[in-house]
C-alpha cells in the first residue's frame, strides 16, 4: 500500500520566506510526528498530532514553526521568515492507532535556505 | 528529557563479517527502542524493534539485545552484506505514541 508520502521534496527559499511543507500519512493512521533532521544527525523531534490535535510541540525551535492537521489527516509545517538554520531535512513519520508504537517515515523534504 | 547516545559514529567491516552499534539511554521510563537504517537521500526504515519486556529479539542475520539495568541496547548484523552499507539509528521512545529520541548515527560500509 502507499506509504507516507511527502511534498515538496526540495525546497530552496531565499531568507527570509514563508514556506509550507506537506505530509500524506499513511490512511488510517492517527498519530503523525515531524522531525528536523540536520546533516550528519539524527532526527529531532519537532511536534505531534493525534487526529487533529496538536498534542505535543515542545520541540518546535520557535515561533516561526506553525504545524496543523486541521482535518486529522493530511498535515502541513510552515516556517515563517526563514532562516539559513533552518536549511535541514524535514521528516513526517505516521503510526496506526492500536497498541503498536512503529512509526513509518516518509522520503522528507529538503530545505535549502539561501 | 532523554539522552540516546549511540557508537561507534563510522564503522568498517568486510563482507561476511559481524557489525554491532551500540546505543545508551538516560530516561529508565523509556521502553520501547527501534532501529532504523537510512541510506541516502532516502527516508528511514525500520529494521528491527525490542520492547522492555524482553532482552533479545532477533530476524534472520539482525538482533537487537537491550540491557535494562545499564540502560544500553545494541544491534547486530551477521554476515553482512555490501547491500548493508547505510547509516543506522537507534531510538529510545515512552511507548504509546510518545516521540522518539534519536541517536546521532552510525554509518556502515560493508567492503565486498
Known amino acids: 500500500g502507499a506509504g507516507v508520502s511527502q511534498s515538496p521534496r526540495y525546497k530552496v527559499a531565499k531568507r527570509g520566506q514563508d514556506v509550507a511543507l506537506r505530509c500524506d500519512p499513511i490512511?488510517?493512521?492517527?498519530?503523525l510526528f515531524w522531525y528536523q533532521q540536520a546533516l550528519g544527525q539524527g532526527p529531532e523531534f519537532l511536534t505531534y498530532?493525534?487526529?487533529?490535535?496538536?498534542?505535543?510541540k515542545s520541540g518546535l525551535p520557535s515561533d516561526r514553526f506553525f504545524a496543523e492537521r486541521p482535518e486529522g489527516s493530511v498535515s502541513t509545517l510552515k516556517i515563517q521568515r526563514t532562516q539559513q538554520e533552518d536549511s535541514a531535512v524535514y521528516l513526517c513519520?505516521?503510526?496506526?492507532?492500536?497498541?503498536?508504537?512503529?512509526?513509518?517515515f516518509g522520503p522528507g523534504t529538503r530545505l535549502t535556505v539561501l | 528529557g532523554e539522552n540516546v547516545e549511540q557508537h561507534p559514529s563510522t564503522l568498517s567491516v568486510q563482507e561476511g563479517d559481524s557489525a554491532v552499534i551500540k546505543c545508551t539511554y538516560s530516561?529508565?521510563?523509556?521502553?520501547?527502542f527501534p532501529w532504523y537504517k537510512q541510506e541516502l537521500g532516502k527516508r528511514p526504515q525500520l529494521i528491527i524493534d525490542?520492547?522492555?519486556?524482553?532482552g533479545e529479539k532477533k530476524d534472520q542475520r539482525i538482533a537487537v539485545t537491550l540491557n535494562k539495568t545499564a540502560k544500553h541496547f545494541s544491534l547486530h548484523i551477521t554476515e553482512t552484506q555490501p547491500e548493508d552499507s547505510a547509516v543506522y539509528f537507534c531510538?529510545?521512545?515512552?511507548?504509546?505514541?510518545?516521540?522518539?529520541?534519536f541517536g546521532s548515527g552510525t554509518k556502515l560500509n560493508v567492503k565486498p
Open positions: 513519520a505516521s503510526s496506526l492507532r492500536e497498541s503498536t508504537d512503529t512509526q513509518y
Open positions: 490512511s488510517g493512521h492517527v498519530s
Open positions: 498530532f493525534q487526529n487533529e490535535a496538536q498534542l505535543d
Open positions: 530516561d529508565s521510563a523509556s521502553n520501547y
Open positions: 525490542i520492547r522492555s519486556n524482553v
Open positions: 531510538a529510545a521512545s515512552l511507548g504509546n505514541f510518545n516521540k522518539f529520541y
